[in-house]
């Protein structure tokens, strides 16, 4: 199993950012992906959590409203926009499988003007 | 939201010794708690699920144990490896509602 996320973004605030996880060795449609971010310095945030059979995702209130999650079950690859930027987007930000037991290397987010 | 917090903030200990670090949540999340390990620049790693169940490939030096509120990860004897920040993590509302405590960082004496 791998989950391999796309390279680091620079976006100015108000901006939106897309970032991508390409999974592999496993039937992409059975499990469930899960986004999760880090701050400099900081602990883990739960985002929310994706369904790649229906294409439904649940998101942490804090970000509902600016988290959109789609597929592509040809390339097998989720993807997660965040709109809206501020400041405190800042973070490297992770995909998940559906029990954590595997990971993406992390996509660092940094917002600045 | 269930809230979990994490004792101590830092452990400072040697390689050899026993590290106990503590994950008490706000609300009962049965045994839906799990451990995690990161190191600088790395992701995550998962080591307990389900309160007390290794995940593959993880040392037996490794055990967790508690249900409902209280929940204790061990290090039976600290590895220059294992120095490191420990996440808690609950998922009683799988898969939705998920939250990590703020973590405990064990670092060398």
């Known amino acids: 199993v791998q989950l391999v996320q796309s390279g680091s973004e620079v976006k100015k605030p108000g901006a939106s950012v897309n970032i991508s996880c390409r999974a592999s060795?496993?039937?992409?449609?059975?499990?469930?992906i899960h986004w999760v971010r880090q701050a400099p310095g900081q602990g883990l945030e739960w985002m929310g959590v994706?369904?790649?059979?229906?294409?439904?995702?649940r998101s942490a209130q804090k970000f509902q409203g600016r988290v959109t999650v789609t597929r592509d079950t040809s390339t097998t690859t989720v993807y997660m926009e965040l709109s809206s930027l501020r400041s405190d987007d800042t973070a490297v930000y992770f995909c998940?499988?559906?029990?954590?037991?595997?990971w993406g290397q992390g996509t660092l987010v940094t917002v600045s003007s | 939201e269930i809230v979990l917090t994490q004792s101590p903030a830092t452990l400072s200990l040697s390689p050899g010794e026993r590290a106990t670090l503590s994950c008490r949540a706000s609300q009962n999340v049965s045994n839906y708690l799990g451990w995690f390990q990161q190191k600088p620049g790395q992701a995550p790693r998962l080591l307990i699920y389900d309160a007390s169940n290794r995940a593959p490939g993880i040392p037996a030096r490794f055990s967790g144990s508690g249900s409902g509120t209280d929940f204790t990860l061990t290090i039976s004897s600290l590895e220059p490896e294992d120095f490191a920040v420990y996440y808690c993590?609950?998922?009683?509302?799988?898969?939705?509602?998920?939250?990590f405590g703020p973590g405990t960082k064990v670092d060398i004496k």
């Open positions: 993590q609950q998922r009683r509302n799988r898969p939705l509602g998920l939250t």
């Open positions: 994706f369904n790649p059979s229906s294409g439904n995702s």
């Open positions: 060795g496993y039937t992409f449609t059975n499990y469930y």
């Open positions: 998940a499988s559906q029990s954590f037991d595997y």
